[in-house]
């Protein structure tokens, strides 16, 4: 019954690594969004991409960039990894429209951190 | 600029000692007010919308408003697996589908 799927929960890296975080959902939703959660500023939206190539930046964006090359997955890439992008990753989906396309489907989360 | 804020941050209770969530918001114009569950190490999981000032929904022993400043998470008779951490979220007609969080509250529950 899984439905938005990130690929690694749990993963270590040093300093200056290139990082990918990648997320798969299955409910043909066109949003899908990167936020990342960490304790006392609550969730930040880092991208989010309305449809397939498409993407706008979120609130932090910097040190980030994302892909999204078909509509069901949505890539995060940390370019050069730094300590202060250690966090917990979190990947949501929503459909078009009213009603429905206000819920955000989130996935299990990536919790990452950098050396 | 959209704010959501939520108190208080953490709150524990005891097994059924009801009391409630705020959450406290500032948008140009709401388009829906969020209630979100997230367990530890786990993603949020959706459990209510909200649309205009005024309205309720239920779900088993919670129960949230809306007013046009601020909602209320009501959790009456709280069992221990209520534990988790609620978030509260809006958006805006002017800012598309993104959705502004608070920081949440984290709930625990004691037997």
């Known amino acids: 019954d899984v439905k938005v799927t990130q690929s690694s929960r749990y993963l270590v890296k040093r300093t200056g690594e290139k990082v990918f975080l990648e997320c798969v959902q299955d409910?043909?939703?066109?949003?899908m969004f990167w936020y990342r959660q960490d304790p006392g500023l609550g969730l930040r939206l880092i991208y989010f991409?309305?449809?397939?190539?498409?993407?706008e930046k979120g609130d932090i964006p910097e040190g980030y960039s994302v892909s999204r090359e078909k509509k069901e997955r949505f890539s995060l890439i940390l370019e050069s990894a730094s300590t202060n992008q250690t966090s917990m990753y979190l990947c949501?989906?929503?459909?078009?429209?009213?009603?429905?396309?206000?819920?955000?489907?989130f996935g299990a989360g990536s919790r990452l951190t950098v050396l | 600029e959209d704010q959501v804020t939520q108190s208080p941050e953490a709150l524990r209770l005891q097994e059924g000692e009801s009391s409630s969530l705020n959450c406290s918001y500032t948008?140009?114009?709401?388009?829906?007010l969020f209630w979100y569950r997230q367990d530890p190490g786990k993603g949020p999981e959706f459990l209510f919308t909200?649309?205009?000032a005024g309205e309720e929904k239920e779900k088993e022993r919670l129960k949230a408003t809306l007013t046009k400043k601020e909602s209320f998470l009501h959790i009456t008779a709280p069992k221990p697996e209520d534990s988790a951490t609620y978030l509260c979220?809006?958006?805006?007609?002017?800012?598309?589908?993104?959705?502004?969080f608070g920081g949440g509250t984290r709930l625990m529950v004691k037997p």
């Open positions: 949501a989906s929503s459909k078009t429209g009213g009603g429905a396309a206000n819920v955000l489907t």
């Open positions: 409910m043909d939703h066109e949003n």
């Open positions: 991409s309305y449809d397939v190539k498409m993407k």
């Open positions: 948008v140009s114009g709401l388009r829906g």
């Open positions: 909200l649309y205009s």
């Open positions: 979220a809006v958006r805006d007609y002017n800012a598309g589908n993104m959705l502004t």
